[in-house]
């Protein structure tokens, strides 16, 4: 199975940008890079995903390094709302869905 | 619009007695999954539906579970002679279509402990 690595935890000031990393070092031609984020007592919610190319949306940015072997989730400007655990999943091949979390990053935000 | 809803939020039961768990997709979905979340860790995959069929059931514990989705929108999630160790947040998700470029949309949850 292809696998990520995260930080257990990481603290950002409110205001300011966070860089969230992620490495998945086995990661093949096919697999795209997803993540999502779950507030406490809610199911998980999606961020962002890409497969090669850096990716901007309204709530975050995307930037994949290269070689594909990591990427960082990137919060422009970090709000007490964003306080949650993101967590960084291959979906392994084009034709896949399945989502395997681990355990995410826990993202404190210090008001 | 309407989001993924999953009712009961709570569910208590006693070790042994059957349970049932429901989920309502986004309507128009024709993918949807059900994870199981133990507390500190993260969610795992149950089963994947593609329309009214099990496509993928590899993520059952075992055969007390079952899960159904009849008219290929609302499925319901079942637990025979539940145990103790099935104490967990049940998740469902939906999506428009299966595949890894489609995001899933997560419902809120039930809380299943069982006694």
């Known amino acids: 199975d292809a696998k990520t690595t995260q930080p257990n935890s990481m603290e950002s000031n409110e205001e300011e940008p966070v860089h969230l990393p992620c490495n998945h070092s086995t990661i093949s031609g096919t697999d795209y890079i997803h993540w999502y984020r779950q507030l406490p007592s809610q199911g998980p919610e999606y961020v962002i995903h890409g497969l090669t190319s850096n990716v901007n949306n309204r709530m975050a940015s995307l930037a994949i390094a290269e070689d594909r072997k990591s990427s960082t989730l990137i919060l422009h400007r970090a709000t007490l709302r964003d306080a949650a655990v993101y967590y960084c999943?291959?979906?392994?091949?084009?034709?896949?869905?399945?989502?395997?979390f681990g355990k995410g990053t826990k993202l404190s935000v210090i008001p | 619009g309407a989001g993924v809803s999953q009712t009961p939020s709570n569910k208590v039961t006693e070790k042994g007695k059957y349970v049932e768990l429901r989920c309502d997709p986004i309507s128009g979905h024709t993918a949807l999954y059900w994870y199981r979340q133990s507390l500190g860790q993260g969610p795992e995959f149950l089963i994947y539906?593609?329309?009214?069929?099990?496509?993928?059931d590899s993520g059952l514990p075992n055969d007390r579970f079952f899960a159904v989705r009849p008219e290929g929108s609302v499925s319901t999630l079942k637990i025979q002679r539940t145990e103790r160790g099935d104490s967990a947040v049940y998740l469902c998700a939906s999506s428009r279509t299966s595949g890894s470029y489609n995001e899933q949309f997560f419902g809120p949850g039930t809380r299943l402990t069982v006694l």
């Open positions: 539906f593609q329309g009214t069929g099990a496509a993928d």
């Open positions: 999943i291959l979906i392994i091949g084009a034709g896949s869905y399945q989502l395997t």
